[in-house]
């Protein structure tokens, strides 16, 4: 590697890497960065997933930056269109000539004598480790494994005589044309799955162990479409963003201050869709409230449409194990499939799994407490990437990197080279609370331990608001007692 020391690393070229780099281009022309990425390509999620109908489950108006219309014709865009909107997003600001291809953040060790950061750098290409320093940390790394996702212990699974595959390391070419497929899930992953591999499939069969909220909208936003008729790209595109948070935020809210409203109203709109012929009590009628885990879209009600139209059913069960034709379910039904797909969901990770200390002392972020929902307590120069669970990825990614920037901004106005979150006295004892509050998702409870604490009072809240994050995150104070500024700059 040819640059030692670079003034910001970003780690990660996905969707919020790119993003962060633009802003910080664009804020911040007089620092030098580099982005770490360890795949062999740019676009992250986008380009990691390849099954079948892969697509947003958020509207393109509010998942796309805040800097970049998205001009496409649907709201609800299919994988390949977003990954083509990242990439046009590095190529117009020239952002690939700073990504490191193939480069994976090991550790990283803070040394408060130099003001910097010391990483160990894995270079797949060649199999050596290199080191490089830099003066702030972007983690854009997302929140999962890359490696592989999350597959529970299924007893006999290695019995089967068909393909088992799992979303997230789709086999190109994989042909289901008049196969039994079986789908083992009920998120947004197998929700997508369902009606796309319906159309050539003998038939599809979606296995969940109990049922999920599912709302039908319309993949094209004919209002957006207006607008960009009558009115200039930006302003049209500012307007539908505005128009579409405060749709998510409405939605968002009332399932918080009237769940039996939000929980009829999304069961009568499914039952509708469905029509007659489905056990709805049982396949549709979840067990818990509306957005104690992420509401699945259903774009044009595609999937209601394909088990309607009987190209695909739901069963609704638990595995006993599996065998060599398929799955014994704990009923003592036996599914028959010569291909089963485990959407059984994301293996997550956090910062990327790096190792990080802090002047040589190892630091546990589960024991740390979240800071804006971005730093975390003691760990000075590190800004961490986290999308909304309940709103789209985007604007937090936005708001994560322009906080960054007036940050870094900060720090040279004031000739300071650290900045460190830390305790107020009247906090020191503050019993922490679980990261994010009320969400039953699995990718998430079962790694929940290795999160950060969020405290019991601001700005130690990871509130999932973000008309609040942008009051607070965005044009709230830097020098706000908690973020502590230290280190001057030689002379």
């Known amino acids: 590697m040819s640059v030692q020391y670079v003034d910001v690393v970003i780690v990660g070229a996905g969707l919020s890497g790119i993003g962060a780099a633009w802003h910080l281009q664009d804020k911040c022309p007089d620092r030098r960065y580099l ?67 193939q480069h994976s953040l090991t550790s990283a060790k803070w040394s408060s004598e130099d003001a910097a950061w010391t990483l160990e750098v894995h270079v797949k290409a060649t199999g050596e480790t290199v080191t490089m320093h ?110 579409n948070i405060q749709y998510q935020r409405w939605i968002y809210w009332q399932s918080q201050a009237a769940p039996n409203f939000m929980r009829k109203k999304l069961l009568k709109m499914a039952r509708k869709d469905l029509g007659d012929g489905v056990d709805f009590d049982k396949h549709f009628v979840p067990q818990y409230g509306v957005w104690d885990q992420r509401l699945c879209l259903v774009p044009n009600g595609d999937f209601f449409h394909a088990v309607r139209d009987g190209h695909a059913s739901i069963v609704t069960d638990t595995i006993d194990e599996f065998t060599e034709t398929g799955i014994r379910l704990s009923s003592g039904e036996q599914l ?104 039953s998702s699995g990718y998430i409870q079962r790694k929940l331990s290795l999160l950060p604490k969020q405290g019991t009072e601001s700005p130690w809240r990871n509130t999932q608001n973000y008309a609040l994050d942008r009051k607070t995150i965005g044009k709230g104070p830097i020098e706000d007692g908690v973020l502590q500024f230290s280190n001057p700059a030689p002379s």
Not at 198 to 215: C, D, F, I, N, W
Request: proline share 4%; hydrophobic share 40%.
């Open 35 to 101: 982005i770490l990425e360890e795949r062999d390509t740019l676009g992250g999620t986008w380009d990691l997933f390849r099954y079948p109908g892969i697509r947003s489950d958020s509207d393109m108006y509010t998942l796309g930056y805040n800097f970049k219309p998205w001009t496409d014709g649907k709201a609800i865009a299919d994988g390949p269109s977003i990954l083509k909107y990242v990439r046009e997003t590095a190529t117009e600001a020239d952002i690939e000539q700073n990504i490191r291809y």
């Open 134 to 243: 830099c003066g702030f940390l972007l983690m854009c790394a997302g929140y999962y494994n890359y490696e592989q996702g999350y597959l529970p212990d299924f007893k006999g699974h290695d019995r089967f005589k068909g393909e088992l595959v799992h979303p997230q390391h789709w086999p190109e070419g994989l042909d289901y044309s008049d196969k039994k497929v079986v789908i083992i899930g009920s998120g947004a992953t197998a929700v997508t799955l369902v009606p796309e591999i319906a159309k050539e499939a003998g038939h599809v069969v979606m296995l969940q162990r109990s049922p999920t909220y599912m709302g039908s909208a319309p993949d094209t936003d004919w209002i957006a479409k207006l607008l960009q008729w009558l009115l200039p790209q930006k302003t049209a595109y500012a307007i539908t963003r505005w128009k």
């Open 336 to 439: 028959e499939a010569d291909i089963i797909v485990t959407a059984t969901g994301l293996d997550l990770r956090v910062l990327g799994d790096v190792a990080i200390s802090v002047d040589e002392q190892l630091i546990d972020i589960a024991e740390t407490f979240s800071y804006k929902s971005m730093m975390f307590s003691d760990v000075p120069n590190l800004v961490s990437t986290f999308g909304y669970i309940n709103a789209s990825w985007t604007l937090k990614a936005d708001l994560t990197a322009e906080y960054s920037c007036r940050l870094l901004n900060h720090m040279t106005e004031t000739g300071l080279q650290q900045c460190t979150p830390r305790l107020r006295a009247h906090e020191q004892g503050m019993v922490g609370e679980d990261w994010i509050d009320g969400f």
